[in-house]
């Protein structure tokens, strides 16, 4: 087992197709929520965090 890919993203709406290979999937579009800043792709579990959000949470 691989450890989660984290995706570090400067858009709310991103589209995942799990980068081909083995953990390619069809093209799916996600949409980051404001009050979490990320989500993960259910078909290839990689994370998308909101680089925004991170930098934010972060830096404090
Ligand atoms: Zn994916």
Not at 29 to 41: A, E, P, Q, S, V
């Amino acid at each position: 087992m691989q450890p989660a890919e984290i995706q570090y993203v400067d858009d709310h709406h991103i589209a995942c197709d799990g980068g081909g290979g083995a953990l390619g999937h069809p093209k799916i579009y996600l949409h980051i929520k404001d009050d979490t800043g990320k989500i993960d792709c259910p078909y290839c579990g990689r994370n998308f965090v909101y680089r925004a959000a991170y930098g934010k949470k972060s830096a404090h």
